[in-house]
């Protein structure tokens, strides 16, 4: 099982890193949209995706990889941000391809059902 975790708050990326760790063969971090599209590629599983990066909206990031092929099961995770509730970002990137979403903050049960059920979901694709 290989994980990317994208979002811009490395304290996040490192507890969601230490959460999936025991559970995945490789888990990967990136800060930004334009990391995660220059990693996209890399045959992973599952990629967790913040809705609200730095350089690029999370919903477009997960449009545009689609478009460019990128099969991966997509977790998008948001808890809002200014002028934007959680669940509009979170039902644009699901109208976008992600097949599951994530309202922050979650548990550790709720992150594993999320990533590792997406994994499942793939395998069987």
Avoid: N, Q
């Avoid at 304290?11 to 220059?38: F, K, M, N, Q, Y």
């Avoid at 990137?93 to 590792?116: C, I, Q, S, Y």
Wanted: proline residues 4%; without cysteine.
């Amino acid at each position: 099982m290989r994980v990317l975790i994208v979002d811009d708050d490395a304290g996040l990326r490192d507890i969601l890193r230490d959460r999936l760790l025991p559970h995945a063969d490789t888990v990967d971090l990136a800060a930004d949209a334009a990391s995660a599209e220059a990693m996209a590629g890399r045959g992973y599983d599952a990629l967790l995706i913040d809705i609200i990066l730095p350089d690029l909206d999370g919903a477009t990031l997960i449009r545009r990889l689609r478009e460019a092929g990128v099969r991966s099961r997509i977790v998008a995770m948001s808890g809002g941000g200014p002028g934007r509730s959680a669940l509009e970002a979170l039902a644009s990137a699901e109208a976008l391809g992600a097949d599951v979403v994530l309202f922050k903050p979650f548990d550790t049960p709720r992150l594993l059902g999320a990533v590792f059920g997406a994994a499942r979901s793939a395998a069987a694709a």
